[in-house]
């Protein structure tokens, strides 16, 4: 295991808080959440049935022990749950259709955490990115001030750490959108202990070159820099004028940054997923995530092709951010 996710681990299992993983029959989640349960530092709840739960972690000789698994249709506390899943929905479903919906495995695991009975959610090594948002956005909701969720991934090598986002959700955000994701991922970045120092990327520094695209991130910078004064954000940069000294000397002399930026905002999906896989399979860095920020708490999404140990790892971060949150709160 990586410095960084030693230095997790540590920290969350001072508080050994509980994380739901929906996908109960999934032989990686079955593995991670016994591993989790033995290493004693994060509280496993697997969903399904739980004779079938348990006959497939025997079929792969994984000893699940005390590990506590919750079935939806059997559910003790189930019509508490309709009922305020219900009143979450505010008209939208009604007691039968919330009954329905409830028996999928992310919606139950998402209202779990809703009404505090765990602390975070990790799926996807079995469904789609909607599948674990939409519960999340629906009935968890962005954090006040915040319009939608972003998806980052930390950048980590040897000692080296960085955030780059969004990576993972918003396709073309506007400038009042980039804005919130850079405040978000700010926040993100401190969760694994830096002092975040933000640059609003795109092909331009500071007016070299003008378009719409340009204008969008000198105007996200602005809205941001208003928005959190405490933070050290700045932009526009092209990549080389916020990450080396000598070259930010020479095109932006006056900024903060001074080429020392760690957190790193792209103004598009597009250019987001290709720096973040460019420096995954070029640079060698492991590409941690896509890790869900914005929202009241803590849901992550798994990518369909993971093991074990990303599980086990987005686990640790799942639960980290649900610290951090309970201390900010």
Known sequence: MSNLFSEIKAQVERHNPTIVLP??????????????????????????NEAEVRAKA???????????ILDPHTYA????????????????????????????????????????????????????????????????KTQPGIKRTSGVFVMVKENQKFVFGDCAINIA?????????????????????????????????????????????????????????????????????????AVAQKKAPDSPLQGQANVFIFPSLESGNLGYKIAQRLGGYDAIGPILQGLNKPVNDLSRGCNAADVYKLSLITAMQAINQRVMS
């Open 23 to 48: 996908e109960g029959t999934d032989e990686r989640v079955l593995e991670a959440a016994a591993n989790l349960a033995k290493d004693k530092v994060v509280q496993p709840i697997l969903i399904g």
């Open 58 to 68: 025997a079929e792969h000789k994984i000893e699940l022990g005390n590990v506590t």
């Open 173 to 245: 955000p506007n400038s009042e959108e980039l804005a919130e994701i850079a405040i978000a991922t700010a926040e993100t970045a401190k969760v694994f202990g830096l002092d975040p120092k933000v640059a609003m990327l795109s092909f331009s520094t500071k007016g070299s070159a003008s378009s719409i695209e340009t204008k969008k991130v000198s105007e996200a910078t602005k809205l941001a820099q208003k928005t959190r004064p405490d933070l050290v954000i700045d932009g526009e940069f092209q990549f080389d004028a916020a990450f080396v000294p």
């Open 77 to 140: 506390g189930m019509d508490e749950m309709v009922s305020a899943f219900v009143e979450r929905r505010k008209g939208k479903e009604t007691e039968e259709s919330a009954r329905k919906l409830l028996l999928d495995v992310n919606y139950f695991g998402t209202m779990l955490v809703y009404l505090e009975k765990a602390d975070g959610l990790v799926s996807g090594a079995a469904h789609s990115t909607g599948d674990t948002v939409r519960p999340a956005l629906q009935i968890i």
